[in-house]
């Protein structure tokens, strides 16, 4: 049997060459707008995750990689409703940030900027919102900002700041074998570079879009009670990376599943862009299975034709066999939100 590839234009299906396991999306409509700064339209979303439904609707919050702010967000049946903007860090590096800035390991040394927010992770009762940690992809410049994770209280009536610490970088300068990547560039050296995190009670991933260093990507893992202790005094955890093959691609964005997987897009971890796939990944043995190829999401953008570049991925529901799922999209405005479902295979564990 052949299946027929799609490519949402518009939000509207296109017909393509034939190609097997290709994961259809659906449009969500935006309502109000997701911002990049306080007068543009975000292009450039790069991380969700939601709470379980209440009332039909999922609480979420959403980050883009130019904002020192994430945003609320709800999800129900046909939309998305951008909200409120959440503060994160601000223009100059804080003292109560936990842990100690690391050193400059890039070219240059640039200002405290925007937090480049990859990723967002839920574990009750927080937000987790962690940067790049990578050096600037155009210019190999280094700024604090990008090496930051922070969390913020799901509630939105919840009082107080977020919480920050610059702690991951301690782990991420001893986790082998990615750790002689920390602080490269990402085009020329395959530099470390966050773009995806999942939460699982107190554990923390982190997944690398780069290095890829054979066939595998990687996954490193952290605690909440390690990264967020109280002080300034460095983290002293050792953790081994976790290889994962995503048929030579690496992480661009994680989601945790209520059986103890992780799910995993993937993506070019650098140079030109290939086709975006969804994977299974037993985090107890890097086990991995594909589950499918995006279906490419194309919009005009400024009179051109734009094909986005899936940087997002949430869970929206998850039953033992399939999940539904939202993704959005770097470089289309609002992140061209789309819904998608696959099968799941059953876990294959030791």
């Given at each position: ?329 770097d470089s289309l405005p609002n992140g061209a939100p789309h819904r998608g479902a696959v099968d799941l295979p059953k876990?294959?564990?030791?």
């Open positions: 049997m052949t299946l027929v590839a799609l490519m949402v234009v518009d939000g509207g299906p296109a017909l393509l060459a034939a190609q097997p396991g290709t994961i259809p999306l659906t449009k969500l409509e935006v309502s109000g707008t997701f911002k990049k700064g306080s007068d543009k339209t975000a292009e450039d979303l790069s991380g969700i995750a939601c709470l379980a439904p209440e009332q039909g609707k999922r609480s979420c919050l959403v980050i883009n990689d130019e904002n020192r702010t994430a945003q609320r967000a709800a999800i129900d049946n046909g939309g998305i409703t951008a909200g409120a903007l959440v503060g994160l860090i601000g223009k100059e590096p804080n003292p109560k940030t936990l842990g100690a800035a690391p050193e400059a390991t890039c070219k240059e040394k640039d200002d405290f900027d925007d937090l480049d927010g990859e990723g967002v992770a839920y574990a009750e009762p927080y937000f987790y919102v962690i940067g790049s940690h990578g050096c600037s992809r155009k210019k190999d410049k280094f700024r604090l900002s990008s090496f930051i994770l922070a969390r913020v209280n799901s509630d939105p009536a919840a009082s107080g700041e977020a919480e920050t610490t610059y702690r991951v970088s301690d782990l991420l300068r001893r986790a082998a074998p990615v750790s002689e990547f920390f602080g490269k560039d990402l085009e020329s050296e395959k530099g470390l570079n966050i773009e995806g995190i999942a939460a699982q009670g107190d554990r923390l991933w982190f997944g690398l879009r780069a290095p890829v260093i054979g066939d595998n990507a990687y996954l490193v893992p952290a605690t909440v009670s390690d990264l967020f202790a109280a002080g300034h005094e460095m983290s002293a955890a050792k953790p081994e990376a976790l290889p994962v093959k995503l048929d030579g691609r690496g992480v661009r964005d994680l989601a945790a599943l209520p059986d103890g997987r992780l799910l995993v897009l993937a993506g070019a971890p650098h140079g030109p862009e290939v086709p975006f796939k969804l994977f299974v990944v037993e985090p107890g043995s890097g086990v991995s299975e594909e589950l499918g190829t995006l279906a490419a999401v194309e919009q005009t953008v400024d009179g051109k034709r734009v094909v986005g570049k899936a940087e997002a991925l949430g869970v929206l529901e998850a039953s033992a066999d399939r999940i539904t799922f939202v993704v959005l999209f876990p294959k564990r030791n």
